[in-house]
């Protein structure tokens, strides 16, 4: 299920970095180390009252450098920054909370944005911060000549207010659209500018085989085809990277991360593109993060390989970089391939059709437990203090990725390594192409089943 896009909009030092901890409830700082990835951090999933969503730190509007509001900037300069970083933050939201600082009051930048805000279709939350007293709450008040309704008073620091305003938010998230071709087998395309998702795209399409017809996206200006691939249904989610003319902009990079979270979140399996001239970026890294924490279905194509020298090592030694900096490991699909000349792109779409039947695959009952009888025979258990794990029973619990739980003594003493080493058990077996397992230990209960 795809989860809606909550952006955090304003000015520096309003506090927009410490709302975005509070609400997600912990502190992340700019650049975190993640099991699995690294990168630059600009979002978060967070919950309230059942609702998930996706909540993102847009960062301080800025003016060539210099930040907006000072007071060697222009109100020209101003207005063309609100324009272009505003517009940015705001295109892949489904929702924006304008953050202003209730304590220093408005500015002429506040009032730029909430013009920028007014001429959108999305919804706009607005909220004072640095609210910490009644003679400060009322000063809020001047927050409604933005014409922007009613500004909530917060205080991000100690928490005030924060019930309230995600209320608001929540109330404000897109409802799911019912019609979501729940028939097809939804595939996204995703990577960054200029690595060639438009070439592989209309290559895709062009096969003689394809049937097309387009229907607008969910995005704003993303279009989902609709395609016909031997008897498979298929919706295709287009990603394009956003551009400027003449050249890629740092922080129009930074924020084309938003669209292809929108495009993971939908999607079944996920198509992630590289460039073979580059390598792995960070911004790569960012969206291959994502893919990996919603547990998707995903073939890495490596593409431009036609401008690569190559030898009888070449494959291997790029697989082995690419799965090494991305922390994917040996069950995700690697094609080499050329949207240019064609090369290998007729495996695409039957590699990604492969992975999702994988992430559908059920290992009966008996099979698993006989698998893990014969591991723990193989390799026995760890023990920690004299005491020794022990396997009860295992079962798988849903599909879509494959949820295994297993029963044990103490779920306490199931290390990592002994983890691993049961799904490599399982994808030996089974393979598991493409897609994550998900596993859970549980100590048994009296009234469960020992077998």
Known sequence: MSKAIVAIVGRPNVGK??????????????????????????????????????????????????????????????????????????????????????????????QNVADLLRRTKKPVILAANKIDGESRRLAALEFYALGLGDPYAISALHGLGIGDLLDAMVAALPQEAADEDEASVKIAIVGRPNVGKSSLFNTLLGEDRVIVSDMPGTTRDAIDTHIEWEDQQLLLIDTAGIRRRGHIDPGIEKYSVLRALKAISRADVVLLLLDATEMVTAQDAHVAGYILEEEKGVVVLVNKWDLIEKDSQTIVEFTRRIRAELQFLDYVPVLFISAKTGKRVDLVLSTALRVRQQRLLRVPTAELNQLVQDATIRHAPPSKAGRRLKFYYATQVAVDPPHFVFFVNDARLVHFSYQRYIENQLRERYEFLGTPLRFTFRNRTDGEPEK
């Open 17 to 110: 970095s410490a709302l975005f901890n509070r609400l997600i409830g912990r502190s992340i700082a700019i650049v975190e180390d993640v099991p699995g990835t690294t990168r630059d951090r600009i979002y978060a999933d967070a919950e309230w009252s059942g609702a998930a969503f996706t909540l993102v730190d847009t960062g301080g509007l800025q003016v060539d450098g210099m930040l907006a509001g000072e007071n060697n900037a222009t109100p020209e300069m101003l207005v063309d920054q609100v324009h272009h970083q505003a517009q940015i933050a705001i295109a892949e939201a489904d929702v924006v909370v304008f953050l202003v600082d209730g304590k220093a009051g408005m500015t002429a930048t506040d």
